[in-house]
T-cell receptor, first 107, second 114 residues
């Protein structure tokens, strides 16, 4: 089963960029890389997804390594509202969330 | 707002009782997913439907767990003979079926077993 590995926690200062890494060395050719985030007492919220090329949307950017064995979620200017647990998951034949990265944003 | 709706938000029951949770997906979404989430962990996939067909159920935790989506709209997740270890947040999500579309999650039903 394809799995992802993320740091347990990261800290950032408000209004600074944040780079959240994810390793997925066993990714298969048909797996898409999805990122979600979760605030306390809420369900996960979709952030962004991609297959091979880097992706941008209003929330974030996703940088995918050329060999697809890792990816990075980029929040260009962190705000206090971005404090959450961020999950990187592979969507294909399976859907497995890891424990995610808890992002703390300091004012 | 026509997001994913889950009811009830909280359920407290005694060990051994049966419980049923309901999920109303976004109306145009034909895929519906159920997850379980325990404290400090990410969501754990349980099962999913495309319309009324249950396409994956091997990940249901035991034969005490079952899910239905009889008319391809709302879905129910039932746990029979609840155990202490069933205490968790149960999340529902929905998506369009074409390709790896984003899943939209509800805010879950928190189950507490006394």
């Amino acid at each position: 089963d394809a799995k992802t590995t993320q740091p347990n926690s990261m800290e950032s200062n408000e209004e600074e960029p944040v780079h959240l890494p994810c390793n997925h060395s066993t990714i298969s050719g048909t797996d898409y890389i999805h990122w979600y985030r979760q605030l306390p007492s809420q369900g996960p919220e979709y952030v962004i997804h991609g297959l091979t090329s880097n992706v941008n949307n209003r929330m974030a950017s996703l940088a995918i390594a050329e060999d697809r064995k890792s990816s990075t979620l980029i929040l260009h200017r962190a705000t206090l509202r971005d404090a959450a647990v961020y999950y990187c998951i592979l969507i294909g034949n399976d859907m497995r969330f890891g424990a995610g990265t808890r992002l703390t944003v300091k004012p | 707002d026509t997001g994913v709706s889950q009811n009830p938000r909280h359920k407290i029951t005694k060990r051994g009782q049966n419980v049923t949770f309901r999920c109303d997906p976004i109306s145009e979404h034909n895929r519906l997913y159920w997850y379980r989430q325990t404290l400090g962990q990410g969501p754990e996939f349980l099962t999913y439907f495309q319309n009324e067909a249950q396409l994956e159920k091997s990940r249901l935790l035991s034969d005490r767990f079952s899910a239905e989506r009889p008319k391809g709209s709302f879905s129910t997740l039932e746990i029979q003979r609840t155990e202490q270890g069933d205490s968790a947040m149960y999340l529902c999500a929905s998506s369009l079926a074409d390709g790896p579309m984003p899943q939209h999650f509800g805010d879950g039903t928190r189950l507490s077993i006394l």
